[in-house]
């Protein structure tokens, strides 16, 4: 009796293995849908999006799961699979109503302004206000500068207390480089909402074209600390190194290394991350380690002006005059 009990044993001790492993299986997609959606919000993006693959591989008509792929999708930077996402939970019985202002934010990300205009010039799905603040937008990003401002000016009128319009009036006037009215405008964004990420980047811009680096700085920890949901990721990453750029011409390099951590935590790999690294090293006069981090950052960003120029640089201080030419 006792192989058999152990077996039994054996048995028993297996089969609570595999429901442990395996009760992942019986998730719910609502529950899978709910987890997305908090790793979403929390910046946990590969997370996120299995929670999201396996719900609809249970459900693939589930539109709830279909329009928060799309938001993911938009939030990481692929806007090709956020209209993909969009279309498909449309076609599967998504409310448009429902995704007037989103369907507009995802056509912006593929910068089909021109469309925009031409849609909004008819849509009646959304307030006055934020129809004229979309459309000032997309006025704005195709270089219709005075006609930008003007309507995203009908807009603020509308409404006077809206952050975001009072940050896309900021935009333009920034554009046109009237300075002194987009912090005002930038100013006023930021009094209504003190968390609006874009807005404390605009400002960081202004400050950034006046040689304030340290203004620049805080404006970019503020960016930040907003929440990884109120950025993009390719916004994050891009504050992330516009605050090593910004302790780099300070002469902080010990902070710039800190902060260059955490942007190759956010963005291992990728062009910003050795070009950030690129620009320490040079700061720190390590000219072999920049040039290495230089040409891999050209590898993946081979047309990267600001790279060339700089690999150029470095390559002079090490005296290959020739090579530096050539770049």
């Known amino acids: 009796t006792r192989p058999r009990s152990r077996a039994l044993r054996g048995a028993a ?31 946990d993006y590969a997370t996120a999006m299995r929670e999201l693959k396996l719900a609809l591989e249970s459900e693939p008509g589930n539109t709830e799961a279909r329009l928060l792929l799309a938001r993911l999708s938009l939030q990481i930077g692929d806007s090709e699979t956020a209209q993909k996402e969009l279309d498909r939970a449309l076609e599967a019985g998504l409310d448009p109503q429902q995704v007037v202002e989103f369907r507009y934010e995802v056509l912006a990300a593929r910068d089909a302004f021109e469309r925009i205009v031409s849609e909004l010039d008819r849509e009646t799905g959304l307030t006055e206000a934020r129809r004229l603040s979309l459309r000032g937008r997309a006025l704005t990003a195709l270089g219709r500068l005075a006609e930008g401002e003007a309507t995203l000016t009908a807009a603020a009128e509308v409404a006077p207390d809206d952050a975001w319009v009072a940050q896309e009036l900021a935009r333009n006037l920034l554009r046109q480089q009237r300075d002194a009215e987009a912090e005002m405008a930038v100013e006023r964004a930021l009094q209504l909402d003190s968390r609006a990420a874009r807005a404390w980047l605009l400002k960081a ?31 994050q990453v891009g504050a992330e190194a516009g605050l090593v750029d910004a302790h780099i011409q300070l002469g902080e390099l010990e902070e710039a290394a800190r902060r260059l951590a955490a942007l190759r935590q956010r963005a291992p790999g990728t062009a910003v991350s050795h070009y950030a690294a690129g620009r320490l090293l040079t700061a720190q006069g390590d000219f072999a380690a920049a040039q290495n981090e230089l040409r891999q950052a050209l590898v993946l960003a081979p047309g990267h002006v600001p790279t060339r120029l700089l690999l150029a640089t470095v390559l002079m201080s090490q005296g290959q005059v020739e090579q530096a030419k050539a770049e």
């Open 205 to 235: 811009a202004l400050q950034l074209r006046r040689a304030d680096h340290s203004g620049a700085a805080a404006s970019f920890r503020s960016a930040l600390e907003a929440g990884p949901a109120a950025l993009t990721y390719p916004e």
């Open 13 to 43: 001790v297996l089969g609570l293995l595999l429901a442990v492993a395996g009760c992942d299986a019986f998730t719910s997609p609502e529950a899978r849908i709910a987890r997305a959606e908090t790793q979403l919000a929390a910046g």
